[in-house]
């Protein structure tokens, strides 16, 4: 009987699968922005598309970072996983601290908030359609550490840093 160990990229992608477990909560930010010419005040510049990383809180909200929602025209989020975009909205901007808070259009927020069905088998599909508002939001809020970690501690690093359709993690 022969056994094979496991090599070095299968730890990996078990490492990376066990980091990402638990992250639906993750989204994706597509912004279209227009940006004012600091040289020309009374021009705009052209529009442009970029994109970045935000993820679900409590209390319906989405925190990303405030370079991500600067100037933006319009923001879609995405969530992990999922290929559907949603409207939202800046509801806090702090660029002095880096952060903002998104919220989603109240006509979309339920489905937004509504996994997705193709992820469930039809008893698990029937209880989330059960759940309120509330509940759903709790699933996908992603948790936070009590404390902060030790130096040389390992940590999870999660986002879109360059291709929108895909969630990469470093460990």
Same mark, same amino acid.
């Given at each position: ?10 730890? %990996? ?20 922005? %227009? ?20 993820? %679900? ?18 923001? =879609?989020? =995405? ?25 989603? %259009? ?15 088998? +039809? ?30 501690? +390992? ?8 291709? =929108? ?7």
């Amino acid at each position: 009987m022969s056994s094979t160990a496991p090599t070095p990229s299968d730890n %990996v992608a078990a490492e990376t699968a066990s980091a990402l477990k638990g992250k639906e909560g993750v989204c994706c930010i597509e912004v279209s922005r %227009v940006d004012w010419i600091v040289e020309q005040p009374w021009q705009r510049a052209p529009q442009t598309k970029s994109s970045g990383t935000g993820f %679900v809180i409590s209390g319906e909200g989405i925190l990303t970072n405030a370079h991500v929602v600067r100037a933006a025209v319009d923001i =879609r989020v =995405r969530l992990h996983g999922s290929t559907r975009r949603f409207p939202a909205t800046v509801t806090v901007y702090a660029p002095d601290v880096d952060l903002a808070l998104l919220d989603i %259009v109240e006509e979309e927020k339920d489905d937004f908030f509504q996994r997705d069905a193709e992820m469930l088998d +039809s008893n698990e599909q029937e209880e989330e359609e059960e759940r309120p508002l509330s509940k759903r939001i709790q699933g996908l809020a992603l948790e936070f550490a009590d404390d902060l970690p030790a130096l040389q501690e +390992s940590v999870h690093v999660v986002g879109f840093p360059t291709v =929108r359709l895909l969630l990469s993690c470093v460990l």
